[in-house]
């Protein structure tokens, strides 16, 4: 398959997105751990507030790396574009407005699972692409596609609701097409988003039903 970039402009984004939004990247951190404490926390509103916040992620991933930077390289980024945020209104949709999504850390192989990802996006991945070359400023951070999508289907590894099968969606879609960069650009890292992909389409297969915590107003998923 033929790029219509090299390797060097591809990270060269990296570069110019890292020096423009800094120190967005670290509140993109912030809202991330915040995500994992409000799961824990397991109040009323945490799945409309988990929910907002993987909105915010995937309308920034749609609206500013791939429309403001990606796409001086890359056409299909428009694309790209286009389809990261319809990703980020589904949370909005299913998980604000509807409130059809909960989200708790319980025992079970999905929660591990979940963890596992989180842990993954948030740490491992950064630690793989420094010790690779890519150190920061090419550091593929936190708020750029894989790390993003990695870390998504984590939390949804974690969810309940007749919501869950619509927003898996577009991080389905987007670990086909992102994960090929660990093939086609030599990123290692983004092996992470292949298996992370795979889990997902396990999710959307035989998605979980609401968790036995949660009340007992809460819907079966389809």
């Not at 990703?87 to 596992?116: D, P």
């Not at 309940?160 to 990123?187: K, N």
């Not at 988003?193 to 889990?199: D, E, N, Q, S, T």
Request: glycine fraction near 10%.
């Amino acid at each position: 398959m033929q790029l219509p970039f090299t390797v060097e402009q591809f990270f060269g984004v990296f570069r110019l997105y890292n020096s423009t939004v800094w120190p967005g990247q670290i509140l993109l951190v912030l809202l991330a751990v915040l995500t994992v404490i409000f799961i824990a926390l397991r109040r009323p509103w945490s799945g409309l507030a988990v929910s907002a916040i993987l909105a915010l992620f995937w309308i920034w991933l749609g609206a500013v790396y791939h429309l403001t930077f990606f796409a001086r390289i890359n056409p299909a980024a428009y694309g790209f574009g286009v389809l990261s945020i319809v990703g980020g209104l589904l949370f909005v949709w299913q998980g604000v407005i509807r409130n059809r999504l909960e989200f708790a850390f319980v025992r079970s192989v999905r929660t591990g699972l979940g963890i596992a990802l989180l842990a993954f996006a948030l740490i491992v991945y950064p630690v793989l692409s420094t010790l690779a070359g890519h150190g920061y400023p090419e550091l593929p951070t936190f708020g750029l596609p894989c790390p993003t999508a990695i870390f998504t289907i984590g939390v949804l590894a974690l969810a309940s609701g007749t919501g869950l099968r619509a927003v898996l969606a577009v991080p389905i879609l987007w670990s086909l097409v992102g994960s090929q960069a660990a093939f086609l650009l030599d990123v290692k890292s983004d092996l992470g988003l292949l298996v992370a992909g795979m889990a997902a389409v396990g999710l959307f297969i035989w998605p979980v039903r609401v968790h036995k915590t949660s009340p007992p107003h809460a819907e079966a998923a389809f």
